[in-house]
Protein backbone atom coordinates (compact mmCIF):
# COMPACT_ATOMS: atom_id res chain seq x y z
CA UNK A 1 0.00 0.00 0.00
CA UNK A 2 1.05 3.84 -1.04
CA UNK A 3 0.96 6.42 1.39
CA UNK A 4 0.65 10.12 -0.44
CA UNK A 5 3.51 12.61 0.78
CA UNK A 6 2.05 15.14 3.28
CA UNK A 7 1.31 18.41 1.95
CA UNK A 8 3.84 20.98 2.48
CA UNK A 9 2.07 25.27 3.02
CA UNK A 10 4.23 25.66 -0.01
CA UNK A 11 3.60 23.16 -2.90
CA UNK A 12 5.97 24.37 -5.24
CA UNK A 13 8.26 27.36 -5.80
CA UNK A 14 5.42 29.65 -7.54
CA UNK A 15 3.51 29.45 -4.08
CA UNK A 16 6.85 30.05 -1.98
CA UNK A 17 7.32 32.69 -0.59
CA UNK A 18 11.00 32.30 0.78
CA UNK A 19 13.58 30.76 -1.58
CA UNK A 20 17.31 29.28 -0.33
CA UNK A 21 19.89 29.37 -2.74
CA UNK A 22 23.05 27.91 -2.50
CA UNK A 23 26.62 28.55 -4.50
CA UNK A 24 30.20 26.67 -4.42
CA UNK A 25 33.23 27.48 -6.85
CA UNK A 26 36.88 26.38 -6.82
CA UNK A 27 39.49 27.75 -9.24
CA UNK A 28 43.06 26.40 -9.15
CA UNK A 29 45.74 29.00 -8.11
CA UNK A 30 48.76 29.22 -10.10
CA UNK A 31 51.84 31.73 -10.59
CA UNK A 32 50.74 35.01 -12.02
CA UNK A 33 50.99 35.25 -15.91
CA UNK A 34 53.44 35.55 -17.56
CA UNK A 35 54.95 32.72 -15.53
CA UNK A 36 52.32 30.44 -14.80
CA UNK A 37 48.32 30.81 -15.59
CA UNK A 38 47.11 32.72 -12.89
CA UNK A 39 44.81 35.85 -13.89
CA UNK A 40 45.16 38.99 -11.51
CA UNK A 41 43.59 38.12 -7.93
CA UNK A 42 39.83 39.26 -8.15
CA UNK A 43 37.48 38.23 -5.44
CA UNK A 44 33.70 40.06 -5.01
CA UNK A 45 35.01 41.93 -7.67
CA UNK A 46 38.35 43.95 -5.21
CA UNK A 47 41.64 43.04 -6.94
CA UNK A 48 43.78 41.95 -3.98
CA UNK A 49 48.02 42.17 -4.52
CA UNK A 50 48.66 38.57 -4.64
CA UNK A 51 51.60 36.07 -6.07
CA UNK A 52 49.32 33.51 -7.39
CA UNK A 53 45.79 34.07 -9.22
CA UNK A 54 43.46 31.97 -9.83
CA UNK A 55 42.80 30.06 -13.30
CA UNK A 56 39.83 30.88 -15.24
CA UNK A 57 37.90 31.93 -18.62
CA UNK A 58 36.46 34.97 -17.01
CA UNK A 59 38.75 37.43 -14.68
CA UNK A 60 38.00 34.05 -12.34
CA UNK A 61 36.40 35.36 -9.46
CA UNK A 62 35.17 32.73 -7.86
CA UNK A 63 33.48 34.79 -4.67
CA UNK A 64 31.44 35.86 -8.02
CA UNK A 65 30.79 33.23 -9.48
CA UNK A 66 29.83 31.71 -6.11
CA UNK A 67 27.18 33.96 -5.88
CA UNK A 68 26.01 34.27 -9.12
CA UNK A 69 25.11 30.21 -8.28
CA UNK A 70 23.45 30.90 -5.07
CA UNK A 71 21.18 33.56 -7.01
CA UNK A 72 20.56 31.26 -9.74
CA UNK A 73 19.91 28.14 -7.62
CA UNK A 74 17.22 30.02 -5.39
CA UNK A 75 15.40 30.14 -8.65
CA UNK A 76 16.01 26.92 -9.99
CA UNK A 77 18.16 28.15 -12.82
CA UNK A 78 20.76 26.35 -14.53
CA UNK A 79 24.63 27.23 -12.94
CA UNK A 80 26.79 29.86 -14.29
CA UNK A 81 28.29 27.33 -16.24
CA UNK A 82 24.93 26.08 -18.39
CA UNK A 83 24.14 30.39 -18.82
CA UNK A 84 27.96 31.65 -19.30
CA UNK A 85 30.18 28.74 -20.99
CA UNK A 86 33.74 28.88 -20.98
CA UNK A 87 33.72 27.86 -24.54
CA UNK A 88 32.12 31.31 -25.23
CA UNK A 89 35.11 33.53 -26.32
CA UNK A 90 32.86 36.51 -25.28
CA UNK A 91 33.33 35.17 -21.76
CA UNK A 92 37.24 35.06 -22.13
CA UNK A 93 38.68 37.65 -19.17
CA UNK A 94 34.97 38.70 -18.87
CA UNK A 95 34.31 40.78 -15.20
CA UNK A 96 32.20 38.31 -13.50
CA UNK A 97 30.16 41.07 -11.85
CA UNK A 98 28.35 40.89 -15.58
CA UNK A 99 27.08 37.57 -14.20
CA UNK A 100 25.86 38.10 -10.72
CA UNK A 101 23.78 41.21 -12.63
CA UNK A 102 22.51 38.43 -15.09
CA UNK A 103 21.31 36.31 -11.84
CA UNK A 104 20.08 39.52 -10.10
CA UNK A 105 17.67 40.64 -13.28
CA UNK A 106 16.48 37.21 -12.82
CA UNK A 107 15.56 37.18 -9.52
CA UNK A 108 14.14 40.28 -9.65
CA UNK A 109 12.21 39.48 -12.76
CA UNK A 110 10.62 36.64 -10.55
CA UNK A 111 9.46 38.75 -8.15
CA UNK A 112 11.79 38.13 -5.26
CA UNK A 113 14.51 40.65 -3.12
CA UNK A 114 17.63 39.41 -1.84
CA UNK A 115 16.70 38.80 2.56
CA UNK A 116 20.60 38.25 3.09
CA UNK A 117 24.26 36.39 1.72
CA UNK A 118 26.27 34.41 3.84
CA UNK A 119 29.83 33.44 2.16
CA UNK A 120 32.93 31.92 3.14
CA UNK A 121 35.87 31.98 1.18
CA UNK A 122 38.58 29.28 1.82
CA UNK A 123 42.14 29.75 1.02
CA UNK A 124 45.28 30.12 2.39
CA UNK A 125 47.10 33.22 0.89
CA UNK A 126 46.37 35.60 0.20
CA UNK A 127 44.75 36.82 3.89
CA UNK A 128 41.46 37.64 2.93
CA UNK A 129 40.56 39.69 5.96
CA UNK A 130 42.45 43.02 5.47
CA UNK A 131 39.57 43.27 2.26
CA UNK A 132 36.68 41.99 3.68
CA UNK A 133 34.81 45.39 4.11
CA UNK A 134 35.50 46.47 0.64
CA UNK A 135 34.61 42.68 -0.74
CA UNK A 136 31.00 43.53 1.33
CA UNK A 137 30.74 46.79 0.01
CA UNK A 138 31.35 46.06 -3.60
CA UNK A 139 28.95 42.84 -3.68
CA UNK A 140 26.09 45.18 -1.79
CA UNK A 141 26.73 47.76 -4.67
CA UNK A 142 26.63 44.98 -7.25
CA UNK A 143 23.09 43.77 -5.82
CA UNK A 144 21.77 47.01 -4.47
CA UNK A 145 21.16 45.86 -1.36
CA UNK A 146 22.56 47.61 2.22
CA UNK A 147 25.75 46.44 3.47
CA UNK A 148 24.09 44.65 6.22
CA UNK A 149 22.42 42.18 4.13
CA UNK A 150 26.16 41.05 2.77
CA UNK A 151 28.15 38.73 5.37
CA UNK A 152 31.19 37.34 3.67
CA UNK A 153 33.77 35.06 6.36
CA UNK A 154 37.16 33.98 5.27
CA UNK A 155 39.22 30.88 6.78
CA UNK A 156 42.07 28.99 6.00
CA UNK A 157 42.51 24.61 5.10
CA UNK A 158 44.89 24.32 8.08
CA UNK A 159 47.22 23.51 5.04
CA UNK A 160 45.63 20.63 4.26
CA UNK A 161 44.67 19.37 0.66
CA UNK A 162 45.04 21.64 -2.59
CA UNK A 163 43.53 24.46 -0.48
CA UNK A 164 45.61 24.51 2.43
CA UNK A 165 48.66 23.96 0.11
CA UNK A 166 47.45 27.38 -1.72
CA UNK A 167 46.70 25.45 -5.57
CA UNK A 168 42.87 26.79 -5.29
CA UNK A 169 40.38 28.52 -3.31
CA UNK A 170 37.70 27.88 -2.78
CA UNK A 171 33.86 29.70 -2.09
CA UNK A 172 30.42 28.96 -0.40
CA UNK A 173 27.73 30.85 -0.40
CA UNK A 174 23.90 30.42 1.05
CA UNK A 175 21.38 32.97 0.16
CA UNK A 176 17.70 34.02 1.26
CA UNK A 177 14.99 35.44 -1.38
CA UNK A 178 11.24 36.53 -0.16
CA UNK A 179 8.63 37.46 -2.36
CA UNK A 180 8.07 40.93 -2.83
CA UNK A 181 4.93 42.77 -2.30
MG1 LIG B 1 34.22 29.85 -11.28
New binding site residues.
Given amino acids: MTTNPPKHPNTGPSEARLRIGHGY???RLDELAPNGQGRPFMLGGIQIPASRGPV?H?D???LL??VTDALLGAIGEPD??QLFPDSDPRHESQD?SVFVKEALRRVMSRGFGIVNLDATVVCEHPKIGPHREAIIAKIAGLLGVDTGVVNVKAKTHEGVDAVGEGRAIEVHCVVLLAAEG
Fill in positions: DLHGSADAHAIGS
